[in-house]
């Protein structure tokens, strides 16, 4: 049975890997929902964060062949239950919607959302939260009015200790060992 999972790859940070990362899901056909990626908490090691829908045994086959790349560090794959996790969403609506009423003032409370700019033409709204909040912001947004709408892909930190620390360390032993 397909269900969402989270996986996260540490990497070097190399020119071309992108693509190759990328490139092991769409040789399986496999959707990407999600994916992000930055520098993680260790220096010049970088961050994939990617979400996808498929069965556990497909996952464990992905991170399998994600660590066999070369510059990949270490993958993981996590139930959504492992990790604490955002996205944050950009809607440009028209400025005019705001005058004379307070509907999207009240909106914008509603989804604990916060305006970044002010222009003569647009305001900016952000809203940080998962993408069923993200979203439920956009559709209200839709009915009034709303020039454009950006999210970005998923965020998350793991729930456990991370694991590419507790991996390092068995490999730095191993190798005084």
């Not at 992000?36 to 990617?50: D, G, V």
């Not at 440009?92 to 970044?116: D, M, Q, T, W, Y």
């Not at 970005?152 to 068995?170: D, Q």
Request: no cysteine.
């Amino acid at each position: 049975m397909e269900k969402e999972f989270t996986i996260t790859v540490f990497t070097e940070n190399q020119s071309g890997l992108l693509s190759r990362v990328v490139t092991i899901f769409s040789r399986r056909h496999i959707n990407i929902e999600s994916l992000t990626t930055s520098k993680s908490s260790l220096p010049n090691i970088h961050r994939f964060t990617i979400v996808v829908n498929v069965t556990e045994d497909m996952v464990e086959k992905l991170v399998q062949q994600l660590d066999k790349q070369v510059d990949v560090l270490k993958a993981f794959y996590y139930n959504p239950d492992e990790v604490v996790r955002q996205e944050i969403a950009l809607y440009k609506v028209p400025a005019e919607i705001f005058a004379g009423s307070s509907r999207v003032e009240r909106l914008v409370r509603a989804h604990n959302a916060r305006i970044l700019a002010i222009e003569p033409e647009y305001v900016v709204i952000e809203k940080t939260g998962h993408e069923s909040e993200t979203e439920a912001l956009l559709e209200e947004l839709k009915s009034i009015g709303i020039y454009e709408f950006v999210r970005s892909g998923r965020v998350a930190i793991v729930k456990p200790m991370e694991r590419l620390n507790t991996y390092l360390r068995s490999l730095e032993l191993a190798d005084q060992g």
